[in-house]
């Protein structure tokens, strides 16, 4: 009997095809990785790795990209092989890590890796669940730092969701780790039906005799073919909105009437869809909002609402799990957290699922869910990151989220991995995804969406200072330098160029020819030495263009920067031209940029483009304190005014000056061409068009040229940038070479401290600690001097200057060398020209200072929220744990430099953890 046979005979269900052939591959002693839809059961391939090492007798880690994850994993293979041989580590929480399967996030093991921990002894196969997360542009390239430093006897069993460069990325792997089978499976396990729910009426998306023949036709490709009977209705809706203002009792049109503009049409409130969709069976489901205070105010919404979901034998149920869930905490907490409307809104089936609530919160709901005790859920998009909680429809209310900078466009990639939590593997026969139309809302983008089957993996790895600091100690320079370049980031990049290195061999043989055809019609003269002589005219002559328009625009955005309320400016260049009068002066120096109103009605900004020559204040007017400058009217009566000052704009549009005239470089190229014999010889007909060719060509080979170089060298530039600044400011200095070979680098005291120091903020941490910024400080205050490390305001309360906190000095002290070797970094990563470092961020220190002083709850959440709102709680605890994670590294790091500060470090991990902090772990 196989180990595959074993395995099997403890599970309840048959593996699909995809499944047993990952397993035969793992089993072979290959790597392998799995690409196939969300719940198409992925992971039981990485169980099967766990069993392979416990029947070896030998270790396996499992890897995930969040805790929420790994504490589920955990769960499961605690509950199939007991939890003597299944332990835990997220960073804040350590259970039996000793064991011989452990689950721990991925920068735990990455971690390990670079202090080459003990733990890695015995160490068979590591799994990497939701693998694709390598592109996170904050957090990827951990999982490349990983795959890149196990050792090759490690087998590695990477599983993602369904990426178009399965391949590509499989090759990869190969490359870098050895024989690695690529096993991708398209098919759902569950079909999934689209829909779109306009007002009150469910649309299929697509047509469904063509969604019946795909399928009979064994085809997994989805149909193009929309409904016609939805694109008919949305058209009609689309066209009663543009003719009738619904604000308009007696029914007068939007464009004619004296009615308000139309409103657009927005879906029906959240209750009456849920209700909807209960009547059509198609309850649980989950509800992506993209926003924590959406959802609480979808539950807010279903609470006011007279739906229930749930029976009331069901209730009783649900009550004995929540009172286990709270079970530790005070009451007093409880009623501060929302605990009686979060219970109720659970009871009536109803449900919120983001990163803002408490984790036992969190944890309650989730059981809930699966246990089919809570039917309607509203969530932020972090529940579609592979936590288990599958329901029969998922309702999209809007395409576009935010993405922690702008609203984006929901990507298809994206679009799938959310739609792909409808349909609940052995209990429903198919899933549906509902997106609730409104106004503007095609359905052609939505069936983009749902059709597409583009969703390349890319690369976000480039080294840090931490990475580096690692890779130079662990590799030498020589070695870093092979990591780097056996990157999947340089791997894409190699590929990439392939294409336009072909391009540029196509064109220098091009070039080649034409040389050969000029050289003959030339008949013996340099003609080619004439043609470039003509090219650098015209590269010189471009380049004093560009620099006559960086110092005009230069002069203009000083002119712009210092005009006042009432000057009256001659707006010279673009369709503005004519007078305009500034009614609010440029706010941004920068970028100065007036706000005018023109002698024409028109009121915007306007900026160096729109003049030609210099910035000229004609005159001053009067502008009324209270002048309506939004209006169309008050635009008018601005303009009559502007208008009626006697000033005139001047008649004819100022000349350019010439930016050639007086350059002597210049002026020697064209005495050159004149001399050239090329210039005064007989030219035979087509021989100018042939230069012209060639030199165009040229210009086009070498940007492509630069291109190719570019790409392929970023990382090393990159690389080598780090080492400098590291190497100026004392983190790495020049060794001998191994065998009398050349000098290599290697860490100093204080690069091996940084290289243990895991934080986005990592350099400037080290600094401080170096500096001694931080012996000053008792627990406290060096708990809310860490928060500035790892804490990012949502709000406005981020800066560099704390106002109003109840803090001691030593703390203001503290943060005032924070912020001024922060600073210095980025004046030193400017010279470098590396990416600015994180800036520290103090809106939690003056709440973190408070609860590690020993501070109330509700006075620590009143404190760190706004404008009176309390903190969430999910968010009060995240933050926490963060701080205790960076104290716990500080305590390590510095046990043996400072044992004083490595003390009062691990004093404020237990201020910090307590109450809810420690509760909810």
Same mark, same amino acid.
């Given at each position: 009997?196989?180990?595959?046979?074993?395995?099997?005979?403890?599970?309840?269900? @048959?593996?699909?095809?995809?499944?047993?052939?990952?397993?035969?591959?793992?089993?072979?002693?290959?790597?392998?990785?799995?690409?196939?839809?969300?719940?198409?059961?992925?992971?039981?391939?990485?169980?099967?790795?766990?069993?392979?090492?416990?029947?070896?007798?030998?270790?396996?880690? =499992?890897?995930?990209?969040?805790?929420?994850?790994?504490?589920?994993? !955990?769960?499961?293979?605690?509950?199939?092989?007991?939890?003597?041989?299944?332990?835990?580590?997220?960073? *804040?929480?350590?259970?039996?890590?000793?064991?011989?399967?452990?689950?721990?996030?991925?920068?735990?093991?990455?971690?390990?890796? =670079?202090?080459?921990?003990?733990?890695?002894?015995?160490?068979?196969?590591?799994?990497?669940?939701?693998?694709? #997360?390598?592109?996170?542009?904050?957090?990827?390239?951990? +999982?490349?730092?990983?795959?890149?430093?196990?050792?090759?006897?490690?087998?590695?069993?990477?599983?993602?969701?369904?990426?178009?460069?399965?391949?590509?990325?499989?090759? +990869?792997?190969?490359?870098?780790?050895?024989? @690695?089978?690529?096993i991708v499976d398209e098919q759902r396990p569950v079909p999934l039906w689209q829909h779109m729910l306009v007002g009150r009426r469910l649309f299929d998306l697509f047509d469904v005799k063509a969604v019946r023949a795909n399928a009979d036709a064994g085809r997994t490709a989805p149909p193009t073919v929309l409904d016609e009977s939805l694109v008919r209705h949305v058209k009609q809706r689309e066209a009663l909105d543009r003719s009738v203002d619904p604000g308009d009792p007696r029914g007068r049109g939007g464009r004619g009437g004296r009615g308000r503009p139309p409103q657009p049409r927005r879906p029906i409130p959240r209750p009456e869809v849920i209700a909807?969709?209960?009547?059509?069976?198609?309850?649980?489901?989950?509800?992506?909002?993209?926003?924590?205070?959406?959802?609480?105010?979808?539950?807010?919404?279903?609470?006011?609402?007279?739906?229930?979901?749930?029976?009331?034998?069901?209730?009783?149920?649900?009550?004995?799990?929540? *009172?286990?869930?709270?079970?530790?905490?005070?009451?007093? /907490?409880?009623?501060?957290?929302?605990?009686?409307?979060?219970?109720?809104?659970?009871?009536?089936?109803?449900?919120?699922?983001?990163?803002?609530?408490?984790?036992?919160?969190?944890?309650?709901?989730?059981?809930?869910?699966?246990?089919?005790?809570?039917?309607?859920?509203?969530?932020?998009?972090?529940?579609?990151?592979?936590?288990?909680?599958?329901?029969?429809?998922?309702?999209?209310?809007?395409?576009?989220?935010?993405?922690?900078?702008?609203?984006?466009?929901?990507?298809?990639?994206?679009?799938?991995?959310? @739609?792909?939590?409808?349909?609940?593997?052995?209990? *429903?026969?198919?899933?549906?995804?509902?997106?609730?139309?409104?106004?503007?809302?095609?359905?052609?983008?939505?069936?983009?969406?749902?059709?597409?089957?583009?969703?390349?993996?890319?690369?976000?790895?480039?080294?840090? #200072?931490?990475?580096?600091?690692?890779?130079?100690?662990?590799?030498?320079?020589?070695?870093?330098?092979?990591?780097?370049?056996?990157?999947?980031?340089?791997?894409?990049?190699?590929?990439?160029?392939?294409?336009?290195?072909?391009?540029?061999?196509?064109?220098?043989?091009?070039?080649?020819?034409?040389?050969?055809?000029?050289? /003959?019609?030339?008949?013996?003269?340099? #003609?080619?030495?004439? &043609?470039?002589?003509?090219?650098?005219?015209?590269?010189?002559?471009?380049?004093?263009?560009?620099?006559?328009?960086?110092?005009?625009? !230069?002069?203009?955005?000083?002119?712009?920067?210092?005009?006042?309320?009432?000057?009256?400016?001659?707006? &010279?260049?673009?369709?503005?031209?004519?007078?305009?009068?500034?009614?609010?002066?440029? &706010?941004?120096?920068?970028?100065?940029?007036?706000?005018?109103?023109?002698?024409?009605? +028109?009121?915007?900004?306007?900026?160096?483009?729109?003049?030609?020559?210099?910035?000229?204040?004609?005159?001053?007017?009067?502008?009324?304190?209270?002048?309506?400058?939004?209006?169309?009217?008050?635009?008018?009566?601005?303009?009559?005014?502007?208008?009626? &000052?006697?000033?005139?704009?001047?008649?004819?549009?100022?000349?350019?000056?010439?930016?050639?005239?007086?350059?002597?470089?210049?002026?020697?190229?064209?005495?050159?061409?004149?001399?050239?014999?090329?210039?005064?010889?007989?030219?035979?007909?087509?021989?100018?068009?042939?230069?012209?060719? =060639?030199?165009?060509?040229?210009?086009?080979?070498?940007?492509?040229?630069?291109?190719?170089?570019?790409?392929?060298?970023?990382?090393?530039?990159?690389?080598?940038?780090?080492?400098?600044?590291?190497?100026?400011?004392?983190?790495?200095?020049?060794?001998?070479?191994?065998?009398?070979?050349?000098?290599?680098?290697?860490?100093?005291?204080?690069?091996?401290?940084?290289?243990?120091?895991?934080?986005?903020? *990592?350099?400037?941490?080290?600094?401080?600690?170096?500096?001694?910024?931080? /012996?000053?400080?008792?627990?406290?205050?060096?708990?809310?001097?860490?928060?500035?490390?790892?804490?990012?305001?949502?709000?406005?309360?981020?800066?560099?200057?704390? @106002?109003?906190?109840?803090?001691?000095?030593?703390?203001?002290?503290?943060?005032?060398?924070?912020?001024?070797?922060?600073?210095?970094?980025?004046?030193?990563?400017?010279?470098?020209?590396?990416?600015?470092?994180?800036?520290?961020?103090?809106?939690?220190?003056?709440?973190? #200072?408070? +609860?590690?002083?020993?501070?109330?709850?509700?006075?620590?959440?009143?404190?760190?929220?706004?404008?009176?709102?309390?903190?969430?709680?999910?968010?009060?605890?995240?933050?926490?744990?963060?701080?205790?994670?960076?104290?716990?590294?500080?305590?390590?790091?510095?046990?043996?430099?400072?044992?004083?500060?490595?003390?009062?470090?691990?004093?404020?991990?237990?201020?910090?953890?307590?109450?809810?902090?420690?509760?909810?772990?």
């Amino acid at each position: 009997m196989t180990a595959l046979d074993r395995f099997t005979s403890l599970l309840s269900f @048959t593996l699909d095809p995809f499944q047993v052939a990952a397993c035969e591959a793992l089993e072979q002693g290959r790597g392998v990785l799995v690409c196939a839809p969300t719940g198409a059961g992925k992971t039981i391939v990485g169980e099967f790795a766990v069993h392979l090492a416990l029947e070896a007798g030998t270790k396996c880690f =499992y890897t995930t990209p969040i805790k929420a994850l790994s504490n589920q994993k !955990h769960a499961e293979l605690a509950a199939r092989y007991g939890r003597a041989r299944v332990g835990l580590l997220t960073g *804040d929480v350590s259970l039996n890590s000793s064991a011989p399967v452990v689950v721990m996030t991925t920068e735990v093991l990455r971690n390990m890796l =670079y202090a080459d921990s003990p733990a890695l002894a015995g160490l068979s196969h590591v799994v990497m669940d939701e693998v694709h #997360y390598l592109a996170d542009r904050f957090r990827g390239a951990v +999982w490349e730092e990983v795959i890149l430093h196990l050792p090759i006897d490690v087998r590695l069993v990477s599983l993602s969701a369904t990426v178009s460069n399965a391949e590509e990325f499989g090759a +990869w792997i190969s490359e870098v780790r050895g024989d @690695t089978t690529v096993i991708v499976d398209e098919q759902r396990p569950v079909p999934l039906w689209q829909h779109m729910l306009v007002g009150r009426r469910l649309f299929d998306l697509f047509d469904v005799k063509a969604v019946r023949a795909n399928a009979d036709a064994g085809r997994t490709a989805p149909p193009t073919v929309l409904d016609e009977s939805l694109v008919r209705h949305v058209k009609q809706r689309e066209a009663l909105d543009r003719s009738v203002d619904p604000g308009d009792p007696r029914g007068r049109g939007g464009r004619g009437g004296r009615g308000r503009p139309p409103q657009p049409r927005r879906p029906i409130p959240r209750p009456e869809v849920i209700a909807l969709l209960d009547g059509e069976g198609l309850l649980p489901a989950i509800t992506f909002v993209f926003s924590r205070a959406g959802c609480d105010a979808a539950l807010a919404q279903c609470l006011r609402s007279p739906v229930t979901l749930t029976e009331p034998e069901q209730v009783e149920q649900i009550g004995e799990i929540i *009172d286990r869930h709270v079970a530790e905490f005070a009451l007093g /907490d409880l009623e501060l957290l929302g605990y009686h409307e979060w219970r109720e809104a659970l009871e009536r089936g109803f449900a919120a699922h983001h990163a803002g609530m408490l984790p036992a919160f969190r944890h309650a709901v989730e059981e809930l869910f699966v246990k089919g005790l809570v039917r309607a859920v509203f969530a932020t998009e972090t529940l579609a990151l592979g936590i288990n909680m599958p329901a029969r429809t998922v309702v999209l209310e809007r395409l576009v989220k935010f993405n922690g900078e702008t609203h984006t466009e929901l990507t298809p990639g994206e679009y799938t991995q959310l @739609t792909g939590r409808a349909g609940r593997r052995g209990i *429903d026969i198919e899933g549906h995804a509902v997106v609730l139309w409104q106004t503007g809302m095609r359905p052609q983008e939505v069936a983009g969406l749902a059709g597409a089957r583009t969703f390349p993996l890319i690369s976000s790895f480039v080294p840090g #200072y931490n990475m580096s600091v690692n890779l130079l100690d662990r590799l030498g320079r020589e070695g870093a330098q092979r990591l780097l370049e056996a990157s999947f980031a340089q791997f894409q990049a190699d590929r990439s160029v392939v294409g336009a290195a072909k391009r540029i061999q196509r064109s220098e043989r091009e070039l080649a020819g034409l040389r050969t055809q000029i050289e /003959d019609a030339a008949d013996g003269t340099d #003609y080619l030495g004439y &043609t470039a002589l003509r090219e650098r005219i015209r590269a010189r002559e471009r380049e004093l263009r560009r620099d006559h328009l960086h110092d005009r625009a !230069h002069a203009a955005g000083d002119a712009l920067a210092d005009v006042r309320r009432g000057d009256v400016l001659a707006i &010279t260049g673009g369709r503005r031209r004519g007078l305009g009068v500034v009614v609010e002066p440029a &706010t941004d120096h920068r970028d100065p940029k007036p706000f005018v109103v023109t002698e024409h009605a +028109w009121a915007g900004r306007v900026g160096p483009a729109d003049f030609v020559g210099e910035v000229q204040v004609l005159g001053t007017m009067r502008v009324p304190k209270g002048a309506d400058i939004r209006s169309g009217r008050g635009k008018r009566d601005l303009a009559s005014s502007l208008r009626n &000052t006697g000033i005139v704009a001047p008649r004819e549009r100022p000349k350019a000056a010439r930016p050639a005239a007086d350059d002597g470089v210049l002026a020697d190229l064209r005495a050159q061409l004149r001399e050239h014999p090329a210039h005064r010889a007989e030219r035979t007909p087509g021989l100018d068009r042939l230069a012209e060719r =060639y030199a165009r060509l040229q210009r086009e080979t070498a940007a492509q040229t630069a291109t190719v170089r570019a790409t392929t060298n970023s990382l090393a530039v990159t690389f080598r940038r780090i080492i400098a600044l590291l190497t100026e400011r004392g983190y790495l200095e020049a060794v001998p070479g191994v065998d009398g070979g050349a000098p290599d680098l290697a860490p100093t005291e204080a690069g091996h401290r940084l290289g243990r120091l895991y934080s986005e903020s *990592d350099l400037l941490l080290c600094e401080c600690i170096d500096a001694g910024d931080l /012996d000053d400080l008792d627990a406290p205050a060096l708990a809310a001097v860490v928060s500035a490390l790892v804490f990012e305001s949502r709000g406005e309360r981020g800066g560099s200057i704390l @106002t109003g906190e109840r803090v001691p000095h030593t703390v203001r002290t503290a943060i005032g060398a924070l912020a001024g070797r922060w600073a210095a970094i980025r004046d030193a990563e400017v010279v470098h020209k590396l990416a600015a470092s994180r800036e520290p961020d103090v809106g939690f220190v003056g709440p973190m #200072y408070q +609860w590690a002083s020993g501070g109330t709850l509700a006075a620590t959440l009143l404190a760190a929220g706004e404008r009176g709102q309390l903190l969430s709680a999910g968010d009060f605890v995240r933050w926490c744990r963060q701080v205790i994670d960076l104290l716990d590294q500080i305590h390590q790091v510095c046990r043996e430099s400072d044992p004083e500060l490595s003390a009062t470090a691990r004093t404020a991990v237990g201020l910090v953890r307590r109450g809810i902090v420690a509760l909810d772990a």
